[in-house]
């Protein structure tokens, strides 16, 4: 018998007529998850059924509950309709819980109404078939032990013990296309996570200093990516060099502004690329306050070198929040590696806080822009990180 | 582009005639020692004339030989050993501050977890331990005292031949157990003179192997194993022998010590034209630890302020040349070395320090070639770090 998943969604289910659309991309989405597993993704009403080797049961379930608009997910037994079959297998799962786990509740959903017995009933005769076989049994409708559910649909039924909660959200390449800037620090990965979340196929860009920065923190970058691409399966990852940049920058401009000045590189660099690539937005991992590049001013004084749609998802979330939602990605401890990278070299003592836009292009001036941005879109280096 | 290979205190480059050898060891001898057939007996003699040939290193007994995967295993079975199994004599234990994190680390864990009672002892700016500090720390709880011989990270030789008589004749039961990672085989082992009971060596640093190391034991010293199964190095150190990498090993200790003298005589006239080159060079430098004519014949560690050694590290690399910030095993966390910090050297000197390290492998024209470049690199990045 192979293994089977039932998986739930849940905001497509709302979407009206683009319903269709959604679940079918989420149906691609569960499949190209799965692709090395031969396993079967099967559309039914409201839910996906996965079926695939049963060895590969645990690797099936973190997988697919990794997958943007899996609202959550269940290992299940299947059976036909008879009713006396249905009573076999609960009796079977119930004997599967530890001992030490009295108290249960069963749990219909019957969306086949053909059945001949309503919800309540079925929860009746499974419960007290249980009770009869397992005198150890308690019967607990408020807080149980344990839940028996059951589903039953227009020609079996489905019953499991647990359910595992997806991601939620839609599923990837439905809403369009962006750039994640990809920093290696604690915020970007997180940023970019909800951009996925929210449907975007996102590609990303990291700058780097090499050979003043080390190859290591290029390798975080990659890293951060193959955490993500477990909620997409790939991630196309753009390395820019901005050595010649930092020197210029270096040597000609006002070291107080050496941060906005760069920044505003940087924007201008991820525009280029997007134009290239045909991405529609930015997403930036920016907060609010949190240092002096993150200024309303700062912000403001830096986003005006494009027109690009710059989405910033963390702007309503405290650093402490950031933080958690980077450990549960298993992102934190690739982000804190110590090594030196673009944006903490050349760190200036006293960063100006407060920019002015006329200041900032009077700095810009003493730069040969054209040309060091040529260079440095000649640095750019792609790879496909894969899951 | 050529490339200068100068961080052979983290690992060197095998020989030749040792991969050789270690390919068909693994190829053809691949029986376990342990079985009774003629495959099982090819391989046992390889071990066995590895061991001999490690023995011709102390007393030529080959009982007092114990096969390790390296230098943290010999270190931790010579610490935790020999302090678990004589802990009936007392509880009180000595080491240095500068001691390799292997053995630090075991001595932080007997004290925190096993109730042993440590002195750290303190060493002087160039960070030799003051035997006389030594003798005063001694008690009549003291069991073991431990003092590495080369420092992994600033080349100082410790004066061993001095605080091992020192204190056995406090209390000849007391175990002196010494680190040579960084010296067996490249330097002579005076056991005699120090009156070791203990020492600790690593195939990898001297052009051998990884995952093949050893613990000299005297006759008679009691040890308490860190692993239980099968019996293997009588009893001492369980588990199927890594014949390759043990025969490798043997081979290349037996490589390295041949004309050891002369090899030494040779590696002291590089590091010290290394050093006179940078030094006429006229960049700005310290020299951490042991003066050059000092130390270890095969380490220098220098600090060039102003500039972060990851930093410089960076820029050697791109022009070919390789060397350390830190010890590799430290420079995955962010604070510079225990060891330096221990020396009271400056924060500058702290953030800028580099280490060279050499083999016969170097040539002196390498080691113009890379005074030259680093010259040339810390001009250049000073000039855009400190304009």
Redesign the interface.
């Given at each position: 018998m192979p293994a089977k998943i039932l998986v739930r969604y849940g905001e497509i289910a709302l979407k009206g007529k683009n319903r269709g659309r959604f679940e079918q991309q989420l149906q691609n989405n569960l499949k190209e998850a799965l692709k090395d597993f031969q396993a079967t993704v099967e559309k039914m009403q409201g839910r996906f059924l996965v079926s695939g080797p049963k060895e590969n049961r645990g690797k099936m379930v973190e997988r697919l509950s990794k997958v943007f608009g899996v609202a959550s997910l269940s290992t299940v037994e299947e059976t036909g309709l008879d009713l006396e079959d249905i009573k076999m297998m609960a009796l079977e799962m119930a004997g599967r819980v530890p001992t030490d786990e009295k108290e249960f509740k069963v749990e219909t959903r019957r969306s086949n109404k053909q059945f001949p017995y309503p919800s309540p009933e079925v929860n009746k005769i499974l419960g007290s078939h249980l009770l009869e076989h397992y005198p150890r049994l308690k019967v607990n409708l408020e807080q149980p032990a344990f839940t028996l559910s059951i589903e039953i649909s227009h020609n079996r039924a489905f019953l499991y013990l647990d359910r595992v909660e997806g991601p939620g959200g839609l599923p990837v390449g439905i809403t369009g296309r962006a750039l994640l800037m990809l920093s290696g620090g604690i915020d970007s990965p997180v940023a970019g996570w909800l951009g996925m979340k929210r449907g975007l196929t996102v590609e990303a860009l990291h700058f780097h200093s090499?050979?003043?920065?080390?190859?290591r923190s290029q390798e975080k970058a990659v890293d951060i990516c193959r955490k993500l691409a477990a909620g997409s399966g790939s991630i196309r990852l753009h390395m820019i060099n901005m050595a010649s940049i930092q020197?210029e920058l270096?040597?000609k401009c006002s070291e107080e502004m050496a941060i906005i000045l760069l920044r505003r590189m940087m924007l201008r660099l991820a525009e280029k690329l997007s134009t290239d690539r045909g991405l529609q937005a930015l997403i930036t991992g920016e907060s609010l306050g949190q240092v002096a590049s993150q200024t309303l001013e700062s912000i403001i004084v830096t986003e005006k070198v494009t027109d690009m749609l710059i989405l910033r998802p963390l702007v309503g979330m405290d650093k402490k929040e950031i933080v958690n939602k980077a450990v549960e990605l298993d992102t934190y401890d690739i982000s804190i590696?110590?090594?030196?990278d673009c944006c903490t070299?050349?760190l200036p003592q006293n960063p100006v806080t407060r920019p002015k836009l006329d200041q900032v292009e009077n700095q810009e001036a003493k730069l040969d822009q054209e040309s060091l941005i040529k260079e440095a879109m000649a640095s750019l280096e792609t790879t496909l990180v894969k899951r | 582009m050529e490339e200068i290979y100068l961080d052979n205190s983290s690992t060197t480059r095998p020989y030749p005639e040792v991969i050789d050898f270690m390919g068909t060891a693994l190829d053809k001898n691949f029986g376990n020692p342990s079985s009774l057939h003629q495959k099982g007996i090819e391989a046992e003699k390889l071990v066995e004339e590895a061991r001999r040939r490690i023995a011709s290193f102390f007393t030529d007994r080959e009982d007092e030989i114990y096969f390790t995967s390296g230098g943290t295993e010999a270190n931790n079975l010579a610490v935790k050993g020999a302090a678990l199994r004589n802990r009936n004599r007392g509880n009180h234990l000595i080491t240095s501050q500068v001691e390799h994190p292997s053995v630090l680390n075991c001595f932080r864990y007997l004290e925190q977890e096993e109730g042993f009672s440590v002195d750290y002892l303190p060493v002087d700016n160039r960070g030799f331990v003051d035997p006389e500090q030594v003798k005063k720390l001694v008690k009549k709880e003291t069991i073991m005292v431990s003092i590495m011989h080369v420092n992994n990270e600033i080349g100082t030789v410790q004066p061993l031949e001095e605080v091992g008589p020192l204190v056995k004749d406090a209390n000849p039961s007391i175990l002196f157990h010494v680190d040579a990672v960084q010296s067996f085989a490249r330097m002579a082992l005076d056991i005699n003179s120090w009156q070791a009971d203990l020492v600790s060596c690593s195939g990898h640093k001297i052009h051998g192997p990884r995952g093949a190391g050893c613990l000299w034991a005297k006759k008679g010293t009691l040890l308490q194993p860190l692993f239980h199964g099968g019996g293997q190095e009588r009893e001492l150190r369980p588990g199927t022998e890594n014949v390759p990498a043990i025969a490798g090993f043997g081979l290349a200790a037996k490589l390295t010590g041949e004309s050891r003298q002369r090899k030494a005589a040779a590696l002291g006239s590089l590091k010290l034209s290394f050093y006179q080159a940078l030094e006429n060079s006229g960049v700005e430098l310290y020299v951490n630890g042991p003066l050059p004519e000092n130390g270890a014949v095969h380490i220098i560690n220098i600090s060039f302020p102003g500039l972060p050694s990851e930093v410089l590290l960076h820029s050697l690399e791109e022009r070919g040349i390789f060397a350390s910030s830190g010890s590799a095993c430290h420079s995955r966390k962010p604070e510079p070395s225990h060891i330096l910090q221990t020396l009271g050297l400056s924060e500058e000197r702290l953030q800028s320090a580099l280490r060279f390290s050499f083999s016969f492998y170097n040539s002196e024209q390498e080691m113009e070639f890379a005074a030259a470049q680093i010259a040339e690199a810390v001009r250049e990045l000073k000039s855009i770090f400190n304009p």
């Open positions: 090499f050979p003043f920065t080390s190859r020197k270096r040597a590696r110590p090594y030196e070299l050349f | -």
